[in-house]
């Protein structure tokens, strides 16, 4: 049987950065394929070269037999390739079925046929089972019903194949379990749908088989029924290419363990209202460095807001038996620095210079302020000293800190936070992502020495390796709760089970 | 999708090209745009016929042949530099004001009303209540922009006109007119101010004031404030980054306000300094455009104190000479070509930068730009 879609051998870069690397995949007419990886393996780039948004470097398209030309939207919409994003392409004031037919309209006399495109579109919605209004407006409707419109506007358009870009991300479990059963009658009626997620549960219940991204390449492709969740979350962690030698850690702290960081029954909202963190509680001791795991998207950045105090939440938290403050400036008066998961935007301010990014949360005491003033003689050497004892490059106070590479701009965060003072807390969240080995060692040894001079480390990272590498203990999130604390040695398996909120198969 | 910009050779091209032109980019961004304007002023005045040498003469004759065209100069410079200023001082928390205009119209009103009183410093008195004045109504788009999420560039326009309208549709024509003068209440404006508020004069044959000395202190004060002092900082990098700055603990909310009050309270001092120095008295007929120039001003200069100065005194000086342009049949709103083509010719390096990126090929503009639009329901 000739496949539905098939991509071979794509490779795309975007400068130094090879996104994709090389990946084969192809899906049948009536299956499900679930594509799954961390942030940034490459499944959102992938489907762009799929629905023609981006040419790829080499590889092709091929869609029922036929290749597609590179790069061409709209002859991968006519060949029959339908996407739905995360964001929804919908106009809010229309109603659903003009949203459908919008750009497509049927004519009649030169206006549109309302009756017909009506028809047309009600019709398509009940031969898949999908319950929409065809006359209420859009932006009247919840989040999973405009999703189930999105879905409709592609199959009344002849999409054959559907993609569907983490498509559970936004809704509710009741939302989601519907919109598997949904996926479940497509492929009944013959479509073939690629399902992008990276909530493995989900993937195994909804797939037929599945494909696992990893860093730009394909690593594991299996069918769902010979798939074990502790096999994927090993594939997506990458701990399968793991070598066999385990990674060097650190030593245990000499300082007695007393007690830093006591969080009881924290419970937030994420930012569209619905619970992020479910009564999570965890005590950190100092010199200790704690890893948060978990699948993305189960509480870990909603934590990291919490602590330092982005984000309000309820329940106690305090450090050095001191309730945590609720503002930024309260908390960092308590001694906790931040290494956000989203440098640019909340660590950095890009236009200013390097001597300049240095100052920032420090801009009233010395060394980068006498009195009112600006000191610029105490900034300038400080700036040096913190250039020379993180390898910043270039070596430059007054360059931009938006002109840096990733890894240095990472350095200069990594070197503000934790070279000065003396941090009591250091939260950083994902600190190594998208950085090289040189740059990684670095901030994992700034890390180490962290803690070493007592301060307690909470890092949050995707990377199993990374945590193994550099935590004393694992704590493991699920659906914002903590489903287990466990040691670096704990098997893949056992973390990759706590992982999806299940026991380890031994206690 | 790659989270960061990709790092490599590119990366460090760029690092180096920007390094070795630091900072000069945008001053002789502005002398280069100057000068074209001129030099296209003078195209255009040939090509309707006029001379434009003899023009170009009786304009520079306007604005600095002797003590009183160059008092004209510095009185009109004085006011463009300041509300230049306060534009640039909106920029630097990241806000585009608009409403110079209009901080402007408050400023100069609270002057006339506070003037005539019988105070003991009613000089100082009358500059500070046109200081508070501006600043409150630059707080209104500040407050709006905080709490509301109101876009500055929107309020402050309207603001314009709110003020516009009570001011001259009704403070000025009916409570604050001056007793008397009946029928022809729309042109009369307010009583005059008392003599010990006028700004004093410092030349004989000149109409300088003390308002021009008086408007570089300031500029002095405020460049000060905004490269050396760390409130300045917090304020630009508030505007630098709003999130990051905030994050690190920097109330940005409350310095946007504090930018936004200073804004207004130098257009207010622009407003006073016309008032206490050439009109004695709010005027029934008040259009100034000063406010609106302060833009131009600003975006000439750079954003910077320093070059504010210089563009606010070149424009000053172009406004001084413009009259003398009629001498000579040519149209006086010449000068506003000048000074069109100088912000149209500022602004556009910036506007075109980035297309020249893309015809270049360069890495991380167009290749990786985010394919999926965001369009919400």
């Known amino acids: ?507 | 999708m790659p989270d960061a910009p990709p790092a490599g050779p590119d990366a460090a091209m760029s690092v180096r090209a920007r390094l070795f032109s630091p900072a000069r980019d945008p001053l002789w961004g502005a002398a280069f745009a100057v000068f074209t304007s001129l030099a296209v002023s003078f195209i255009a005045i040939a090509a309707t016929g006029r001379n434009p040498a003899l023009g170009f003469a009786y304009l520079a004759d306007g604005a600095f042949g002797g003590a009183g065209p160059l008092g004209e100069t510095a009185i009109k410079g004085a006011v463009l530099l300041l509300t230049g200023l306060s534009v640039s001082v909106a920029f630097t928390v990241g806000l585009f004001n608009i409403g110079a205009e209009g901080q402007l119209i408050w400023g100069a009103l609270a002057a006339a009303v506070v003037g005539r009183f019988d105070l003991p410093l009613v000089l100082p008195c009358a500059l500070l209540a046109a200081a508070a004045a501006g600043a409150l109504w630059g707080l209104i788009p500040a407050l709006l922009k905080v709490r509301r999420g109101v876009h500055e560039v929107i309020s402050t326009i309207l603001l314009n006109w709110i003020a516009i309208h009570l001011v001259h549709g009704w403070l000025v024509a009916g409570p604050l007119a001056a007793a008397g003068s009946g029928a022809s209440v729309s042109v009369a404006g307010t009583e005059p101010i008392r003599a010990a508020a006028f700004l004093p004069r410092l030349l004989q044959g000149s109409r300088l004031d003390l308002g021009f000395p008086l408007a570089l202190c300031i500029a002095f004060a405020v460049w000060y404030l905004l490269t050396r002092t760390h409130r300045g900082f917090e304020w630009r990098a508030t505007g630098a980054g709003l999130e990051a700055a905030e994050a690190s603990g920097i109330p940005a909310s409350r310095r946007v306000c504090e930018a936004m009050a200073l804004s207004g309270a130098l257009s207010g001092l622009a407003g006073a300094l016309l008032i206490l120095g050439t009109e004695h008295k709010y005027p029934g007929v008040f259009r100034t455009g000063y406010g609106f120039d302060g833009i131009a001003v600003a975006l000439v200069g750079g954003g910077t104190a320093a070059g504010t100065v210089f563009a606010g005194l070149f424009f000053g000086a172009i406004r001084a000479g413009a009259t003398r342009l009629q001498l000579v049949g040519i149209h006086p709103s010449f000068a506003e070509l000048i000074q069109g083509l100088a912000v149209l010719l500022v602004a556009a390096p910036r506007m075109f930068a980035p297309l020249l990126r893309r015809l270049r090929g360069a890495p991380g503009t167009a290749a990786a730009a985010p394919p999926v639009p965001t369009v919400q329901a």
């Open chain 1, 1 to 507: 049987m000739t496949a539905a879609l098939s991509l071979v051998g794509i490779r795309k870069r975007f400068g130094a950065l090879t996104a994709v690397d090389g990946v084969s995949l192809s899906v049948a007419p009536g299956e499900v394929l679930a594509l799954v990886g961390e942030n940034g393996a490459g499944k959102s780039t992938l489907i762009s070269v799929a629905c023609g948004l981006y040419k790829a470097d080499e590889g092709k398209v091929v869609a029922f037999g036929r290749e597609l030309p590179a790069g061409d939207a709209r002859s991968a919409i006519d060949a029959g390739i339908g996407v739905v994003y995360q964001h929804f392409m919908l106009v809010g004031p229309l109603t659903v079925w003009e949203n459908v037919v919008l750009g497509r309209e049927p004519r009649r006399f030169g206006l549109i046929d309302a009756a017909r495109a009506r028809r047309e579109v009600a019709r398509t919605a009940v031969e898949f089972g999908l319950s929409v209004e065809v006359d209420a407006q859009v932006s009247s409707l919840n989040v999973a019903a405009q999703q189930r419109v999105e879905i409709v506007k592609q199959l009344w358009r002849g999409a054959r194949v559907l993609i569907l870009d983490e498509p559970t991300a936004v809704l509710a479990p009741r939302e989601a379990d519907e919109l598997v059963r949904t996926v479940r009658a497509l492929a009944a009626g013959g479509r073939s749908v690629i399902f992008i997620s990276h909530k493995l549960r989900e993937v195994l219940a909804v797939a037929d088989r599945v494909a696992v991204l990893r860093r730009g390449r394909l690593t594991r492709e299996s069918a769902c029924a010979e798939t074990s969740a502790g096999q994927l979350a090993e594939a997506v962690t990458g701990a399968a290419e793991r070598p066999a030698a385990s990674a060097p850690r650190r030593q245990s702290p000499l300082l007695p363990a007393s007690s830093l960081l006591r969080c009881s029954d924290i419970q937030c909202n994420r930012s569209n209202g619905r619970p992020a963190l479910r009564g999570l509680s965890f005590r950190l001791t100092r010199g200790e460095i704690l890893g948060i795991a978990g699948v993305d998207g189960n509480g870990q950045s909603e934590l990291a807001e919490v602590l330092t105090g982005l984000r309000s939440f309820t329940g106690t938290a305090s450090l050095d038996g001191v309730p945590l403050g609720s503002t930024p400036a309260a908390v960092r008066a308590h001694g906790v620095v931040h290494l956000p998961e989203d440098r640019h935007r909340r660590a950095l301010c890009l236009p200013l210079s390097v001597e300049e990014n240095f100052a920032l949360g420090r801009q009233r005491a010395p060394p980068f302020a006498r009195g009112l003033r600006i000191d610029k003689s105490g900034r300038r050497a400080r700036a040096e000293d913190l250039i020379e004892a993180f390898d910043l490059r270039p070596p430059l106070p007054l360059a931009r800190a938006g002109d840096l590479s990733g890894g240095n701009q990472q350095k200069l965060v990594a070197a503000r936070e934790l070279a000065q003072g003396n941090p009591k807390l250091v939260v950083a969240v994902q600190p190594t992502r998208g950085l090289d080995l040189g740059a990684t060692r670095r901030v994992h040894e700034a890390l180490r020495n962290t803690a070493r001079q007592g301060a307690g480390v909470l890092l949050v990272s995707l990377d199993l390796d990374e945590l193994r590498a550099v935590c004393d203990r694992i704590a493991v999130l699920y659906e914002g709760r903590v489903t287990g604390i466990a040691s670096p040695e704990t098997s893949d398996e056992d973390l990759g089970r706590l992982m999806l909120g299940q026991e380890p198969a031994r206690a």
